[in-house]
């Protein structure tokens, strides 16, 4: 299995403008996560997909971030106008929750800077 | 809501001393907990997946211990190598929700 696949691993882009990030998940896992992570608050729980199924969006800063699921193998975040501090990197994670819960993913991420 | 709190914040030992990192938590009503590494510039690799039914996990040199009852979590390191510098993660579940809570991470540096 190939992973968790994230793209692009470096967005550099200028203020006002539209990110978009891409995240493709482990197959047959039916939890999606997207995470930030900044040096001043570390990891912060985005929006997770149960099934394909937004669930709990409360960590979306505001209303410039949205995110969609169209299908089990792909998902976008998106960041539109885009404000330098949105600058981190960005993580998506799967998960499969079956008897047990096996546990999360990674992706290797997507590190923006918006000038 | 889960708090995850991880300490020490850093730590720098020599080559080959056995180590541990703390994680505390304050929603003991888990089902698991899960132990993470980072390096630099990169992303979080899975190092251990503890059950709420286990008490500890191992994988070759590491062993993370579960104590719910008190909310805290250990992952031992034995005979440290450089090659183990890197920044160790626990994370825990928000209760009966899937999404996982991080702590802020310790910061491991083992000299040569």
């Known amino acids: 299995d190939a992973g968790v696949i994230q793209s692009p691993r470096h967005e550099v882009t200028e203020m006002g403008q539209e990110v978009t990030l891409r995240c493709k998940p482990i197959s047959g896992h039916d939890y999606l996560f997207w995470y930030r992570q900044t040096m001043m608050r570390g990891l912060e729980l985005l929006i997770y997909f149960n099934n394909n199924v937004p669930i709990d969006d409360s960590g979306m800063p505001e209303d410039r971030f949205s995110a969609k699921m169209p299908n089990a193998s792909f998902s976008t975040l998106k960041i539109q106008p885009s404000e330098p501090r949105d600058s981190a990197v960005y993580f998506c994670?799967?998960?499969?929750?079956?008897?047990?819960?096996?546990?999360?993913?990674f992706g290797s991420g997507t590190r923006l800077t918006v000038v | 809501k889960q708090e995850v709190t991880q300490i020490p914040a850093a730590l720098s030992v020599p080559e080959g001393e056995n180590l541990v990192l703390n994680c505390s938590f304050t929603d003991s009503a888990i089902y698991n907990l899960q132990w993470f590494r980072q390096d630099p510039g990169k992303g979080l690799t899975s190092l251990l997946l503890i059950q709420s039914s286990q008490r500890e996990q191992t994988s070759g040199r590491l062993n993370a211990s579960l104590d719910k009852s008190s909310g805290r979590s250990t992952l031992y390191i034995a005979a440290s190598q450089p090659g183990d510098s890197a920044t160790y993660l626990c994370a825990a579940p928000s209760g009966s929700a899937r999404q996982l809570t991080f702590g802020s991470g310790t910061q491991l540096t083992v000299l040569p």
């Open positions: 994670a799967s998960s499969f929750v079956g008897v047990d819960f096996y546990g999360y993913t």
